[in-house]
Nanobody, 121 residues
C-alpha cells in the first residue's frame, strides 16, 4: 500500500500564499503522476494540477498563473505553491498519486486525507 500525507493548509487572507506538500510512503516501486484536487462544500471534486514523473505539468484554467506544482522524485513528494489566493480557492485539497508496488504490479491510484485551505479576510 501507498500512503499520502498532505500538509501546509490553513487560513490565509485574499492575495496571500500557501505551500502544500504531499509525502508518499509505504510500498513504492514507482510513482507516475502526482496531482492535487480540491473539493469545496456542495461541489464536486475538481482537478487543480498534475505533474508526471517527467515533470510535465497540467493546470486547471482557474489556477493558471497563480499556482505551481512541483515534485521531488527522490523524496516521493509533491508540492503546490499557491499565490494570489482568492476566496473561491477555499476547499479541501487532496493529493493523488498513481503508483505501483512492484515491477509487475498494476498501476493504482491513491488519495491523501485532505488538507483544508480557507481564503478569507
Amino acid at each position: 500500500q501507498v500512503q499520502l500525507v498532505e500538509s501546509g493548509g490553513g487560513l490565509v487572507q485574499p492575495g496571500g500564499s500557501l505551500r502544500l506538500s504531499c509525502k508518499a510512503s509505504g510500498s513504492i516501486f514507482r510513482i507516475n503522476m502526482m496531482g492535487w484536487y480540491r473539493q469545496a462544500p456542495g461541489k464536486q471534486r475538481e482537478l487543480v494540477a498534475t505533474i508526471t514523473s517527467g515533470v510535465s505539468t497540467n493546470y486547471a484554467d482557474s489556477v493558471k498563473g497563480r499556482f505551481t506544482i512541483s515534485r521531488d522524485n527522490a523524496k516521493n513528494t509533491a508540492y503546490l505553491q499557491m499565490n494570489s489566493l482568492k476566496p473561491e480557492d477555499t476547499a479541501v485539497y487532496y493529493c493523488y498519486a498513481e503508483a505501483k508496488n512492484g515491477a509487475l504490479s498494476p498501476w493504482r491510484g491513491y488519495w491523501g486525507q485532505g488538507t483544508q485551505v480557507t481564503v478569507s479576510s
